[in-house]
T-cell receptor, first 109, second 116 residues
């Protein structure tokens, strides 16, 4: 079993729909990253959080350290949100990142 | 600022050849790291550094060497390339200090390496 699991692996939504991507982990962590990988391959950091909730535009990330779970929400989804979303856990015991397998999101107009 | 610059963008090697993937950042970030991305495996950490002269192994370090002689540069060396090292490689950096624990990672654009 991977230390960081994401679900779903693939998601198709209609423009305007609310999207939720889940990330669960089995190791102790100090923080968690959410990343976006564009169809062209470039990777952009969306959030890094250790507790609570962060919001940027239509994106919201939440984390519950005790329950070992984080979610990324996209409100009012748009075709430009089509990308692979990746969560990455920062292990509490060091500086190493462990990645989830990614969620491929396709938003249809 | 250029951010994180990786070179080359594409490279084809024959088995046994050596090469260095370059990574440079102009943001004065202490933390730099290398990842490989393979279909079905996701991103995996190869090596990382928290400052000049300090490096450590990640999840998949075998076959790769790194050094950090300056804050700006963190090259990744393949001493004897193998087909199993065919992958897309990403370099990333971020600040690393007690006052900046939760800064985001900045990624380079990646290097697509094929070993035949």
């Amino acid at each position: 079993k991977n230390e960081v699991e994401q679900s779903p692996q693939n998601l198709t939504a209609q423009e305007g729909e609310f999207i939720t991507i889940n990330c669960s982990y089995s190791v102790g962590i100090s923080a968690l990253h959410w990343l976006q990988q564009h169809p062209g391959g470039g990777i952009v950091s969306l959030f890094m959080l250790s507790s609570g909730k962060k919001k940027h535009g239509r994106l919201i990330a939440t984390i519950n350290i005790q329950e070992k779970h984080s979610s990324l929400h996209i409100t009012a989804s748009h075709p430009s949100d089509s990308a692979v979303y990746i969560c990455a856990a920062v292990k509490a015991a060091g500086n190493k990142l462990t990645f989830g397998g990614g969620t491929r999101v396709l938003v249809k107009p | 600022n250029a951010g994180v610059t990786q070179t080359p963008k594409f490279q084809v090697l024959k088995t046994g050849q050596s090469m260095t993937l370059q990574c440079a950042q102009d943001m004065n970030h202490e933390y730099m790291s290398w990842y490989r991305q393979d279909p079905g495996m996701g991103l995996r950490l190869i090596h990382y550094s928290v400052g000049a002269g300090i490096t450590d192994q990640g999840e998949v370090p075998n076959g790769y060497n790194v050094s950090r002689s300056t804050t700006e540069d963190f090259p990744l060396r393949l001493l004897s390339a193998a087909p199993s090292q065919t992958s897309v490689y990403f370099c990333a950096s971020r600040p690393w200090s007690l006052t900046d624990l939760y800064s985001p990672l900045h990624f380079g654009n990646g290097t697509r390496l094929t070993v035949t």
